[in-house]
């Protein structure tokens, strides 16, 4: 049997689907990477050897370097792809389900933020706990795509 993950872009106008087993999922520190996803690091899930789609929509590309071309959402701004001439890897948080993949390796250490090694250190706190200081957060509607493919989108209320 093959295994079928999906995913898509937090406003649902792209979509992508992968028939196989993704292999080698990372992230990455470079400052390229950071940049790109507005983040400490970027995680990716490599899709060479699968049978990779996209389902819905068409991501725009940005050209980040010579060899190197950034898929993302041009509606919603989701960092989206990393497109190399070695493959293709996907960002892992915009898999329906990302806890299908953890990471087993690290680029771009050179980069690597000190702080980062430390992040589970921290206090926690979970957003019910946020709602004394911002009471709104009890009563957000999301509008992002739900984690599963869906017939049409948006949807219609
Ligand atoms: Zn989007
Ligand atoms: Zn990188």
């Avoid at 292999?23 to 950071?34: F, G, L």
């Avoid at 929509?57 to 041009?74: D, H, L, M, P």
């Avoid at 953890?102 to 430390?118: N, R, S």
């Avoid at 009563?139 to 992002?144: A, G, L, M, P, T």
Wanted: hydrophobic content about 30%; glycine content about 8%; some cysteine.
């Amino acid at each position: 049997m093959t295994n079928t993950y999906a995913g898509g872009c937090q406003c649902g106008a792209i979509r992508f689907r992968v028939r196989g087993e993704p292999r080698d999922s990372s992230i990455c520190h470079c400052r390229m990477c950071q940049k790109a996803f507005g983040a400490y690091y970027a995680p990716f899930v490599s899709v060479r050897g699968t049978d990779f789609e996209w389902t819905r929509g068409q991501r725009k590309i940005f050209r980040s370097s010579n060899f190197v071309e950034r898929g993302f959402c041009a509606d919603c701004g989701t960092p989206l792809t990393y497109e190399a001439p070695d493959g293709i890897a996907i960002a892992a948080g915009t898999f329906d389900d990302p806890s299908a993949f953890p990471p087993v390796v690290q680029y771009g250490i050179e980069a690597k933020i000190d702080f980062v090694d430390h992040l589970h250190e921290l206090p926690g706190h979970s957003t019910d706990e946020d709602a004394e200081a911002a009471p709104f957060v009890l009563e957000i509607e999301s509008y992002q795509h739900p984690d599963h493919d869906t017939e049409t989108w948006p949807e219609v209320r």
